[in-house]
C-alpha cells in the first residue's frame, strides 16, 4: 500500500500521520469532521490543503489562517513548511485541539480564540481559509490581517467563479483560479492586489 502523502519529506510525512490520528481520536469528543471523511481524511482534507505549499511565496515569513477549525489549511501548511502560523479559530474546543496538534506535530503556531472580526495579530504576507465564507465576506476580514503587498490563498468550490463576480462590486484585486487536484468542483483562489472598490471614489461620507 501507498504510504499517505509520499510526495513530502519523511519527516513531514511523520508529521502529517501523527496529526491524522491525533484528529481521529478528538473527533469522538468534538466535531471536527464529519464522520463520513474520517476513511478519506488523508484525501479530502489535508491533501487538499497541501497544494497550497508551491503556491506560497518564498519569502514569506509567516501566514495568518482565518477560522481554523481543525487545522485547515493553517496548520497543516505549518506543519509541512515549518512556518509561523497564526490560527483564527473562536470555538474553545477546537482551539484546544489545534494547540494540542501543534503541540503533537512541533508546529510553530499560535493560536487566538476569538472572532474574526475581533482578531488582530499583526499583519501577515498570507492570509488563508479553506470552506468557511463567501469572497467578499472573506475579504472584509481577510483586509486588516494581510501586510502591504500580501497575498490570500483560498479553497474554494464550484461557486468560485460566481464569488468572484460578486466581490467585484465591492472590491478590486488581481485573481488567478488553480484547478484542484483533490476536487473536480475545487478551485484555489491566489488573490493579490486587493483594495476597496470604494477606495477609488475617496472617502465615504457619513
Known sequence: MTPPFPDQPPAVREKLVAFAALLRRWNARINLVSPADLPVLEQRHVADCLQLVPLLPPDAATLTDMGSGAGFPGLIL???TGLPATLIE??????????????TCGASVSVLPQRLEEARPPPA????????APL????GWAEPLLAPG?????????????????????????????PSRTSADGVILRLSDIRRATSDAGPRRS
Not at 467563479?161 to 488567478?176: C, P, V
Request: aromatic share 6%.
Open 90 to 103: 473562536s470555538d474553545q474546543r477546537k482551539a484546544s485541539f489545534l494547540r494540542e496538534a501543534a503541540r
Open 78 to 80: 505549518a506543519i509541512a
Open 136 to 139: 467578499g465576506r472573506l475579504l
Open 125 to 132: 504576507p498570507v492570509v488563508t481559509a479553506r470552506a468557511l
Open 150 to 178: 500580501g497575498i490570500c490563498l483560498f479553497l474554494k468550490g464550484r461557486q468560485a467563479g460566481d464569488e468572484l463576480t460578486a466581490a467585484a462590486a465591492e472590491w478590486h484585486m488581481a485573481a488567478t483560479r488553480i
